[in-house]
C-alpha cells in the first residue's frame, strides 16, 4: 500500500517569515495529493491539493508543488501569520477499485512566532 | 453549505461496552471514509464505503463494523471497548472528484 513520509516533525518560524513542509509518497500510480490544517481537536481541513498532471499550484500565501519524477510535493507558506500555527497533514491518494483512500503523512506541527 | 455530520461529538465508555458513532455525508457524496485519530496521531484509515457498498479496508479491527444505509448514512459499531480504542473518529465524505470533507468527529473516551 501507499506509505507517506513527512518533514519536518515540528517547525518553528517567525511571523513573516516562510515556512516548507515536505512529503514523500511510495505508490507511483497515486495522482492527487492534498493538504489539510489541523487545529488542536478540530477537524482536518482542506487547505489545497494538487493533481498529478499539474507541477504547481498557487492560492494566496500557499503554495504546492509536485515531482513526480521523485514521487514528492511539498506545500509552501509564505508571510506566515501566527493563525496558520496548527498542525499539517500531507496526504497521498492511491486508487483501490471503485473508491480511493488518503493515507496521511504523519503530521508537521508549525509554531508561528511574533 | 451542508457539512459532513457526525454524532455523538462526545462519548464515555467503559471498558468492554460497545459503542456507535454516526455520520451523515454531504448530500451527493458517493464515498464515506472512516478515521481513527489517537492523540499527536496522523489519521488512520478505517474503512470506507462506495455507493453504500464496503470498498477499501484498513487497520480496522475485528471487534469494530461499519456499515451504510440506503439514505447514506454510515454507522461505526465498536463493541468490546478497550483503552486503546479512546480517540478522534472522524467520518469523511466524497465526491466523484475525490476531495475528502472531514466531520467534526466523536470523542470516544474508554475508561
Known amino acids: ?114 | 453549505a451542508a457539512g459532513v455530520i457526525q454524532s455523538p461529538r462526545h462519548l464515555i465508555k467503559e471498558k468492554r461496552e460497545t459503542a456507535t458513532l454516526k455520520c451523515y455525508p454531504i448530500p451527493r457524496h458517493d464515498t464515506v471514509y472512516w478515521y481513527q485519530q489517537g492523540p499527536g496521531q496522523d489519521p488512520q484509515f478505517l474503512i470506507s464505503f462506495y455507493e453504500k457498498m464496503q470498498s477499501d479496508k484498513g487497520s480496522i479491527p475485528d471487534r469494530f463494523s461499519a456499515q451504510q444505509f440506503s439514505d447514506y448514512h454510515s454507522e461505526l459499531n465498536m463493541s468490546s471497548l478497550e483503552l486503546g480504542d479512546s480517540a478522534l473518529y472522524f467520518c469523511a465524505s466524497s465526491p466523484a472528484t475525490g476531495e475528502l470533507f472531514f466531520g467534526e468527529g466523536s470523542r470516544l473516551t474508554v475508561l
Open chain 1, 1 to 114: 500500500g501507499e506509505n507517506v513520509e513527512q518533514h519536518p516533525s515540528t517547525l518553528s518560524v517567525q511571523e513573516g517569515d516562510s515556512a516548507v513542509i515536505k512529503c514523500t509518497y511510495s505508490d507511483s500510480a497515486s495522482n492527487y495529493f492534498p493538504w489539510y490544517k489541523q487545529e488542536l481537536g478540530k477537524r482536518p481541513q482542506l487547505i489545497i491539493d494538487i493533481r498529478s498532471n499539474v507541477g504547481e499550484k498557487k492560492d494566496q500565501r500557499i503554495a504546492v508543488t509536485l515531482n513526480k519524477t521523485a514521487k514528492h510535493f511539498s506545500l509552501h507558506i509564505t508571510e506566515t501569520q501566527p493563525e496558520d500555527s496548527a498542525v499539517y497533514f500531507c496526504a497521498a491518494r492511491s486508487h483501490t477499485g471503485t473508491a480511493s483512500k488518503l493515507t496521511f503523512g504523519t503530521g508537521t506541527r508549525l509554531q508561528v512566532t511574533l
